[in-house]
C-alpha cells in the first residue's frame, strides 16, 4: 500500500476517535465517510496498470484496428485472425493509442484472438468476433448479463 494511503487512512480514524468523544453520531458518519474513502483508495490500487486491448474492423474490412482503451501501456501483443491463418505481433501499445494492419484482401467475418501483458507481467487474453456485414460484438451498452432479453 502507498504510504500516503495509509496517513490519510490513520488521520481519519484520529478524527473518527475525537468524533466520537464529542457525538456518538457524528463520529459514526465520520467513520461510514472514512469507509468509503477507504474502499475509493483500494479500489484505485487495484486498477492501476490496467491496458484494454479491444479490436475493430474497419468500415471497408480491409483493416485491423488494435486499440488500447486502457491506463497503462500493453506488451507483447499478438493477435490471431482465426479461420484465415493471419497473425501479426506489436511490441509495445500506450494508453489510449491505435495499431492499424491492413490486410490483403476484405474479410467477411472472423474471429480475433488477442493476447497481451501489462508492465507487471500478467497475461491477458481476449477473444473478439468481427463482421463486416453484421453487428459487432462491441456494443458499449450491452449488460454483461441479459436478464431481459437483450437484442
Sequence with gaps: MDKRTIIILFAGL????????????????????????GMSLFIMQDSKSLPEIDIVLEDNAKKI?????????????????????????????GADARYEFPLGTMLAETKAVVTYQNAQGALWSKTTMLSALGKRDDDLLKPMFPIFRWK
Design 14 to 37: 484520529v478524527i473518527c476517535a475525537i468524533l466520537f468523544t464529542l457525538d456518538i453520531y457524528l463520529g459514526g458518519i465520520a467513520l461510514i465517510i472514512l469507509a468509503t474513502l
Design 65 to 93: 484496428v488494435v486499440i488500447n482503451r486502457g491506463n497503462d501501456m500493453a506488451y507483447k501483443i499478438h493477435v490471431a485472425l482465426v479461420p484465415h491463418n493471419i497473425e501479426f505481433d506489436i511490441a509495445t501499445l
